[in-house]
């Protein structure tokens, strides 16, 4: 499901908010696009990422111009540390 689609969910009942927000696996592949990259702030990023619980796979911003190097680094912070193991 494509962001601005989740977010509408989230914001159509609230069953379907509880169901959105309680589903770390909808949130695993972030892309933000154009349409909703101008209301992407460092804070907004952080919250967005912290739905996927640590377990973010891909994350795309184009045209995020209100996500700054900082936001970008606090994201990474909250991220937990992947050990790949058997892998060189």
């Known amino acids: 499901m494509r962001l601005r689609e989740l977010l509408a969910c989230a914001h159509a009942c609230r069953g379907l908010r509880e169901a ?3 589903d770390p696996l909808l949130w695993l592949r972030l892309v933000v696009e154009p349409r909703l990259s101008h209301r992407i702030t460092d ?3 952080v919250a967005l990422t912290d739905r996927a619980q640590g377990r973010l796979r891909s994350l795309h911003l184009l045209g995020c111009a209100r996500v700054s190097d900082a936001g970008l680094l606090a994201h990474r912070l909250a991220q937990p540390r992947r050990h790949r193991v058997g892998i060189p």
């Open 20 to 22: 959105v927000a309680g």
């Open 43 to 45: 804070e907004a990023l």
